[in-house]
T-cell receptor, first 112, second 111 residues
Framework: EDQVTQSPEALRLQEGESSSLNCSYT??????LFWYRQDPGKGPEFLFT???AGEEKEKERLKATLTKKESFLHITAPKPEDSATYLC?????????????FGKGTKLSVIP | KAGVTQTPRYLIKTRGQQVTLSCSPI?????VSWYQQTPGQGLQFLFE???????NKGNFPGRFSGRQFSNSRSEMNVSTLELGDSALYLC??????????FGSGTRLTVV
């Protein structure tokens, strides 16, 4: 059974204070690891897909990295508009290859 | 390019009733997945359809069912509603199974 654990559950940062969010996973054959951002009352918004260990992707102040056991979402010099819940999900290659298994998310608050 | 459209946005139902939620995927996307999101459990997979066939089903009771039409639009149905079914129901569409775009969801409240 695929499993995803995200830490910390909540994170408060001062504007400009860089940090990282962690996503640890176990999966039977990784087809993809996904990062989403979710604002209150809205659906998840796609950020990145990573496919293999060593892969990195960047978008504005966000950078996602992947190892064989975990992924990190690095936030550089965050702004208040980066406040949201960040979700990590994996897609395995086994019987459940057409579903995403999500972590509980990290709620990020960026204080001006 | 229109996104994933879910209707209605909000629903209030009474215990014991049934409800049908609708999802229109991005044009050209043939895969539609459904998820339930609650504060305690997070996002949990319900089922996935591709070309009108259910390919995967999550660990939910038989009260939860779905279907997909020939135009890729999908519906999910929950019968005999319970208080614990109150949640945000999210639909996601995909073209090739490598990326999933979510709709804004339907907020279901069971009273």
């Amino acid at each position: 059974e695929d499993q995803v654990t995200q830490s910390p559950e909540a994170l408060r940062l001062q504007e400009g204070e860089s940090s990282s969010l962690n996503c640890s996973y176990t999966v039977s054959g990784l087809r993809g690891l996904f990062w989403y951002r979710q604002d209150p009352g809205k659906g998840p918004e796609f950020l990145f897909t990573l496919y293999s260990a060593g892969e990195e992707k960047e978008k504005e102040r966000l950078k996602a990295t992947l190892t064989k056991k975990e992924s990190f979402l690095h936030i550089t010099a965050p702004k208040p508009e980066d406040s949201a819940t960040y979700l990590c999900a994996v897609q395995g290659a086994g019987a459940g290859s057409y579903q995403l298994t999500f972590g509980k998310g990290t709620k990020l608050s960026v204080i001006p | 390019k229109a996104g994933v459209t879910q209707t209605p946005r909000y629903l209030i139902k009474t215990r014991g009733q049934q409800v049908t939620l609708s999802c229109s995927p991005i044009s050209g996307h043939r895969s539609v997945s459904w998820y339930q999101q609650t504060p305690g459990q997070g996002l949990q997979f319900l089922f996935e359809y591709f070309s009108e066939t259910q390919r995967n089903k999550g660990n939910f009771p038989g009260r939860f069912s779905g279907r997909q039409f020939s135009n890729s639009r999908s519906e999910m149905n929950v019968s005999t509603l319970e208080l614990g079914d109150s949640a945000l129901y999210l639909c996601a569409s995909s073209q090739d199974g490598k990326g999933y775009t979510f709709g804004s969801g339907t907020r279901l409240t069971v009273v």
